[in-house]
């Protein structure tokens, strides 16, 4: 398999799992995460923990960052980012993650159209919903919320992750064979 055919198979991978993992067990922010874990293998748990409450929105009431956005936004912090034992960050570290982070918001805007999920939800649905009502709920499954709607958009934000995880450098590209 060549690079490219090697970085094409993972792009579809991540695409396929936040789908499905968004589609059976759902929380956007975890499901989109878990999939650029597993297709990247670099999986840390306090991380995939504290993206919980991202999910819908921000506890389900789409009021802020998409879930597929926060989650990016972590796992590019997790890569590079200021840590605590180098709170003071001579090498000013935040300030180049800023600008990873500039970047990657520019392209998943590219790609959705916002970072907002009540935006995104307009988008997709016609109309934004209050996921945490159980009536605007039921409204929003009917609609197909975890049937192709929030499952594309939790693809397609896995994918964009991925993609820019690779195209930044920000881990090395698991060998061919090793990805399943």
Not at 66 to 75: E, L, P, Q, R
Request: proline fraction near 2%; glycine fraction near 10%.
């Amino acid at each position: 398999m060549t690079r490219d055919e090697h970085i094409k198979f993972l792009l579809e991978k991540a695409y396929k799992l936040g789908f499905e993992y968004e589609r059976d067990l759902r929380g956007c922010s975890q499901c989109a995460l878990a999939a650029v874990y597993d297709t990247l293998d670099i999986w840390d748990e306090r991380v995939f923990k504290s993206s919980t409450g991202f999910a819908g929105g921000g506890g389900l009431t789409g009021m802020s960052v998409c879930g597929g956005y926060a989650a990016g936004v972590m796992v590019i912090s997790q890569l590079y980012g200021r840590e605590r034992s180098n709170f003071s960050d001579p090498e000013r570290l935040r300030f180049k993650n800023f600008k990873l982070v500039e970047r990657f918001t520019k392209q998943f805007i590219d790609e959705l159209h916002s970072i907002i999920c009540r935006d995104i939800h307009a988008q997709i649905f016609d109309r934004p919903y209050f996921i945490a009502d159980s009536d605007e709920y039921r409204k929003f499954e009917e609609a197909g919320g975890h049937v192709d709607k929030c499952t594309g958009v939790v693809g397609k934000a896995s994918k964009v992750i991925v993609k820019f995880i690779l195209d930044e450098g920000l881990v090395k590209l698991p060998l061919p064979g090793h990805e399943e």
